[in-house]
């Protein structure tokens, strides 16, 4: 399987295609989502894996929006700790680091590290994975980057210190796309995107059907839609212990709402990752 | 009334800030949210302006997790548009840039500049008004920065290209936040965060208040609480149009979840800003 990711080769998205599908799949990198939701439509990719949010960061804002905009559909999800290492070259002690490279979230989460260092040069870059290819291809032996462990592998580069990230508590929630005909549904989550009609009480109908059969909210945002001031949508997720009282559920959403739109179902990842919430109080 | 806000003088949140208050403020840049939120605390603020979400990129989820952590609350809250804009030296044309630098949100956001001119080269940096301010001072004058027209005033620089961004609908959020003893809350818009008892129908019946007393709901969000798995936390505004339906709303509110938090009332920015929307739908 082609699948197709934003970044370059080594990032933590090409990570978590690897974490999912296995090692035997070829990736794709490409350099913006914009072109990475255009992979499979180029005939240069049979799925798309994408970071849809993350712990720190939240959601991602423009997979949201291109997931709506495209007619591909979530078929699977995968939880990847994000882990900031830094990554030079084999045998330089963290001593004579000069400067450090990265994208500049990465570095922001790393605030502790150059705390404890003020000598060190804060270098921004535009990718964490790009940044450990740069400061190797530079041979320059006082410069290192912060990426994840599979940058400091594909580059060949040494890990000079482990883990250094502010917050341990880092993941990143990706979601598998493919188009919507290359596969049947199958899983207990399942993600939806909904408008609501104009009237007073609206929000309160559409989740009373979820409350009613018992299905679990697992997550609830408001977004402004584009380009429709006054106009909101809701994204959805859910998950249940049957078919039965998932479908039941959404059935009955969709007649209390406007517009329904299912982004996917998938077998949900959390299970796996006990450090990972879900919003069992809310069912 | 001395702000501080995060970022290098010229930035948006500075030109938020005096929108909101006026130029007779004193700005008080910081380098991270967290020493601008420590600001106050080490008397060199009486108060902090910090984004909080985005139209394109959502909520700033840094803010939301220091707010939560502060005692501070909010006491206004400014929109203003995120207009970005080809910075450089006066007299030179287009033609003549050879590369841009920004922060890689800005860069992404400009996507369709770079696009139609491949030869410029990206250069990534820690801060949009800072960039400017480095190409300004390196006196190559085939170098540009992107950022707002606030930086181009403040360095001394020409805007060489006028709005370059891809959506035109680019609208930050800005809230003033200080010491809760400093200013009685004042207006009709009100932010919550509330965590919900364990059962069933939970958080329906945080919601019912809210409709029962004809109050509209803005903004729904759900976040991981840091350090509890299974534990989310929720982030409601909301605005009506009498102060007595408001407090009635909030304090059946209140007896519906496990814990309330008022972030703060203070009067809502949107009515002066047409194209910024509500979710007037789920009243």
């Known amino acids: 399987m082609r699948v197709a990711f934003q970044g370059e080769p080594g990032a933590f998205s090409e990570a978590a295609a690897m974490q999912l599908l296995g090692a035997g799949i070829t990736t794709v990198p490409r350099t913006t989502f914009d072109s990475a939701f255009r992979a499979i439509a180029e005939g240069a990719a049979d799925a798309l894996l994408a970071p849809i949010e993350n712990t ?64 060190v040069r804060r270098i921004p870059a535009e990718d964490t994975a790009g940044s450990v290819r740069q400061v190797l291809a530079s041979g320059d032996r006082s410069a290192a980057a912060i990426a994840g462990k599979r940058a400091a592998d594909f580059y060949g580069g040494a890990i000079l210190a482990e883990n250094i990230q502010d917050n341990a508590e880092n993941f990143t929630r990706f979601v598998l796309l493919r188009p919507a005909n290359s596969a049947a549904p199958e899983g207990s989550k399942i993600s939806l995107a909904m408008r609501l009609a104009h009237r007073p009480g609206a929000l309160l109908a559409s989740l009373e059907p979820i409350a009613l059969h018992g299905v679990n909210l697992l997550k609830i945002e408001s977004r402004p839609i584009h380009g429709q001031p006054w106009e909101y949508q809701f994204f959805l997720d859910m998950e249940a212990d049957s078919l039965e009282k998932l479908e039941a559920a959404v059935a009955a959403t969709r007649d209390a709402v406007s517009e329904l739109r299912v982004l996917g179902r998938y077998p949900g990842a959390r299970a796996h990752f006990a450090s990972v919430p879900d919003i069992s109080s809310t069912k």
Chains 1, 2 share one sequence.
């Open 56 to 119: 720190l960061a939240g959601s991602v804002v423009r997979v949201y929006d291109l997931l709506l905009e495209s007619t591909l559909v979530i078929t699977a999800e995968t939880i990847l700790p994000i882990e900031h290492h830094l990554i030079g070259f084999a045998g330089v002690s963290l001593n004579e680091v000069q400067s450090v490279a990265s994208h500049p979230m990465a570095l922001a989460q790393c605030e502790r590290f150059f705390n404890a260092r003020p000598q």
